[in-house]
């Protein structure tokens, strides 16, 4: 009897040593859509909550924003800022007039849009004054702001953080090289990040390279313990807080 309750008292100890960590959570950002159907309804077919961030001035902006939307995907808004160029582009030396009639012109262009982040924005996002601004009148549109983090000098994600506005900052590029050896490198990067500190968000472009990684190893993620969720989701799951490699203690280094 002893000896049955011994085992007994083995096999329930290793079901709980074999019981999962706690999750890990994964979300992903495609930039620049829009600008061509192939990439767009190739990106669209990707499996899971994979974000659809499109360009305002692309030939299929507005068609494409209701497609994803129709299936089920979030859509955010691509905002240019300097150095991007273009009739929707913010630059730091636009008025604050200019620059809302560009936020306006670019979200007309991208119907549904539930949030937005930026397109370039190195020197932009530096700028307090137009982040503050910025992440006011996301707040009174009810969008969110995904910081793409193109410059450690922003100053974007800490003017959302100190309002309280829903957001999230980037922590891995995908395809900074065009490789499909470098993006699933990259790729697996965010997959160690989101098991060290709970969650990561990654960027990536609708190129050849990248989609072919993620076709390949998005439905693999499960059977490797993360979970895709979308940014609302991720949002809620960051509570607006920090990573390590953006701040301490949850608050931003650049407030």
């Not at 059977?223 to 701040?247: F, V, Y």
Request: with cysteine.
């Amino acid at each position: 009897m002893r000896y049955l309750l011994c085992l007994l008292f083995c096999l329930l100890a290793g079901v709980v040593q074999a019981a999962p960590a706690n999750k890990a959570y994964m979300s992903i950002i495609i930039d620049d859509l829009g600008q061509s159907t192939e990439r767009d309804s190739r990106t669209l077919a990707l499996p899971g909550p994979v974000t659809m961030a499109i360009m305002p001035d692309t030939p299929h902006a507005s068609d494409f924003a209701r497609q994803a939307h129709k299936a089920g995907k979030t859509v955010i808004l691509h905002m240019p800022m300097d150095p991007a160029t273009g009739p929707y582009a913010w630059h730091p030396e636009l008025p604050l007039p200019v620059l809302a009639s560009r936020l306006d012109a670019a979200l007309a262009k991208v119907p549904f849009a539930a949030g937005i982040n930026n397109h370039m924005g190195s020197r932009m996002t530096a700028q307090r004054d137009a982040m503050t601004w910025l992440m006011g009148e996301l707040q009174q549109r009810h969008l969110f702001f995904v910081d793409s983090r193109t410059s450690a000098a922003t100053v974007a994600a800490a003017e959302a953080q100190r309002i309280g506005l829903a957001h999230v900052s980037r922590d891995v590029f995908l395809d900074d090289v065009r490789t499909t050896e470098a993006i699933t490198g990259q790729l697996q990067q965010g997959i160690a990040l989101a098991r060290k500190q709970g969650s990561a968000v990654l960027i990536g472009h609708p190129y050849p390279q990248t989609l072919q990684v993620l076709e390949r190893e998005l439905p693999q993620l499960r059977r490797q313990g993360i979970e895709l969720i979308n940014l609302k989701q991720m949002i809620a799951e960051r509570s607006n807080q920090a990573m390590p490699a953006h701040g301490k203690h949850g608050q931003y280094s650049n407030r």
